[in-house]
């Protein structure tokens, strides 16, 4: 039924990629919305009985925005689909969806199912097909499972009840190996959860273990729904456990002490509550300056030594200059960046780093002369441009190195020794003097939120020794950098952040007589307090040359040049407030 009167109308067509048999089809107008039915034969439905509607369906381009509802009713008429089933919600990918749901007519009698296409304007088109209607198990499974909060030792299993809520609740299977129902062998734990449930803490896992978890409906004796397979997953690592944290409270500006435990485990402290900056590897954290309330993070962590660190996932690849092994011109250098909170969320904690590693997907035939590979602190945040003031350390040379197929692992002379807190450089450099060829080599790498990476290179034949000096020519930057593997200490880290809060209470005003005064060289002028003598008893003027004086009579201010100056009153007992100005 082509509602809306336009060019376009749903047809049969070919079978497509994961649909078997002809499907329905239906192009989008490129001017106007869908409004398009397609209708089912006729189905005798006895009132109270629950039906299964299954089918498949797909689109043309994953960044569609297609819609789809179903509906059923007395005749082939849009108007008369008056009952809704579903309204499809579509994935963010072009591949063939396997679908069903439950209904229950209300009335018996003979219907029709109406599939109704209503996307916007050029949306491609939507394929519908190995559709089946048949009466629903009497033990209907759960629906829309899913994962979620994963611990060290715990997840939580979450569903939506079938049409027909099972009498007897849920029954679970925690799997390392095996189907469920399969048996003893392989299965972990299981239980039960209640009819009114839609979801179950598991707990009791062990951590690092991977375990599939398994669910079904229980409607009675010998009546259960079929298992339905929930997903897989990884428990975290061993991590400390939070114990305790102290805050603190200060009056006006100045610095807090704070302290978290996490037992056994090292502190971090954070500002922000996931990402931001690594402020602190220590239990007892002294903080900035502060004027306002602030709060900032803990959380803890177990070392490991001689642990393999993987710094991503490394699920690109890459075949331009972010790789530090490809190259038009036979000569590369650059440097990639990796800041301190990375490092700690990929498991790596502070000491010697041992080795480093790069897993290459595509070697090429070329060797790389004079490589060389140099790591160090920095306080850079991006690569816009190479870190020249950063300390480099040589850790590996190497005349000639020719890549192979799979993790190249790089083993230091000389250890690198990151203090835990500071970002690091990680450079590499290498070049030929008699080939301008290019060196067509891939390594898996990953994308990050920051400019990560800086090269330059000599479009022509260039020594090691000139292109590793060159931090100009051919400048570019990216947001890609290597997945590098480090050999290290491994650090285990709390996934979740302890907020503990520094709170500022407002101090007794400080006002000067004066902010701003203009006098003639060889003269000088004085400044006294209007308020605060009484609340504060000592005060401190940096920089302290060109002044004299005191609080009771005033300062004398008769500086060389212009200058400015800053006042800090604090008091030394009670509060112990303090104000600058």
């Not at 003979?110 to 048949?134: N, P």
């Amino acid at each position: 039924q082509n509602v809306n009167e336009d060019t376009t109308l749903w047809t049969s067509a070919a079978a497509q990629t994961g649909i078997t048999g002809r499907v329905m089809s239906l192009s989008a107008s490129s001017t106007l919305a869908s409004d398009d039915w397609f209708y089912l034969q006729g189905l005798q439905m006895t009132a109270g009985q629950s039906y299964r509607l299954s089918f498949k369906f797909k689109k043309g381009t994953a960044s569609a925005n297609q819609k789809l509802k179903i509906a059923y009713g007395l005749s082939t008429t849009n108007n008369a689909m008056t009952n809704q089933i579903v309204d499809v919600v579509f994935p963010t990918s072009a591949d063939a969806q396997s679908f069903y749901v439950d209904f229950i007519p209300a009335i018996t009698g003979a219907y029709y199912i109406g599939f109704h296409g209503y996307a916007a304007a050029s949306q491609g088109t939507l394929y519908v097909g190995e559709i089946k209607v048949e009466n629903a198990p009497s033990c209907m499974e759960p629906l829309n499972v899913s994962l979620s909060n994963v611990t060290k030792n715990s997840v939580q299993l979450n569903w939506v009840a079938p049409l027909i809520i099972p009498t007897n609740g849920y029954f679970y299977e925690v799997r390392t190996s095996g189907n469920a129902g399969s048996g003893e062998v392989g299965l972990f734990q299981s239980g039960t959860a209640s009819a009114s449930d839609i979801q179950k803490i598991i707990t009791g896992l062990l951590p690092s273990n991977t375990y599939t978890i398994f669910i079904r409906s229980v409607c009675g004796t010998d009546n259960n729904s079929i298992w339905v397979s929930v997903g897989t997953i990884t428990t975290f690592c061993d991590y400390p456990d939070f114990v305790s944290a102290s805050a603190a409270t200060i009056c006006g500006t100045g610095s807090a002490n704070l302290s978290a435990n996490f037992g056994a485990g090292s502190v971090y402290w954070f500002d922000a509550a996931s990402g931001g900056n690594l402020l602190s590897s220590d239990s007892n954290f002294t903080t900035p300056n502060i004027s306002t309330t602030t709060s900032f993070y803990a959380t803890g962590g177990n070392i490991a030594s001689n642990v393999t660190v993987f710094a991503g996932t490394g699920t690109e690849t890459s075949i331009t200059y972010s790789n530090p092994f490809y190259s038009l011109w036979s000569n590369n250098h650059t440097q990639h960046l990796i800041t301190a909170e990375e490092l700690l969320s990929y498991g790596l904690a502070a000491g010697p780093i041992t080795s480093i590693g790069l897993d290459v997907t595509s070697a090429g035939t070329l060797p790389m002369l004079g490589l060389s590979i140099k790591i160090g602190n920095s306080s850079a945040t991006a690569m816009t441009a190479f870190d020249t003031a950063a300390v480099m350390n040589s850790v590996y040379t190497n005349d000639s190195y020719m890549p192979t197929t799979g993790v190249n692992n790089f083993v230091f002379t000389t250890p690198f020794v990151w203090d835990g807190v500071s970002n690091i450089i990680v450079e590499f450099c290498h070049g030929n003097p008699s080939s301008s060829a290019t060196m067509n080599r891939t390594v898996k790498t990953v994308t990050t939120s920051f400019v990560s990476t800086v090269k330059s290179h000599k479009s022509s034949s260039t020594n090691a020794n000139v292109i590793c000096g060159d931090t100009t020519s051919n400048l570019l930057s990216y947001s890609i950098r290597p997945q590098f593997i480090f050999q290290g200490n491994g650090l285990c880290l709390n996934p979740t952040r302890t907020e503990v809060i520094a709170t500022v209470t407002a101090a007794p005003i400080l006002t000067l007589s004066e902010t701003e005064v203009t006098f003639c060289e060889g003269n000088s002028v004085t400044i006294t307090l209007v308020s605060g003598s009484n609340e504060y008893d000592t005060f401190n003027w940096v920089p302290s040359i060109g002044v004299s004086g005191d609080a009771t009579d005033g300062w004398f201010f008769n500086p060389n040049v212009s200058t400015e100056y800053v006042l800090t009153a604090s008091q030394s007992s009670g509060n112990e407030c303090s104000a600058v100005v």
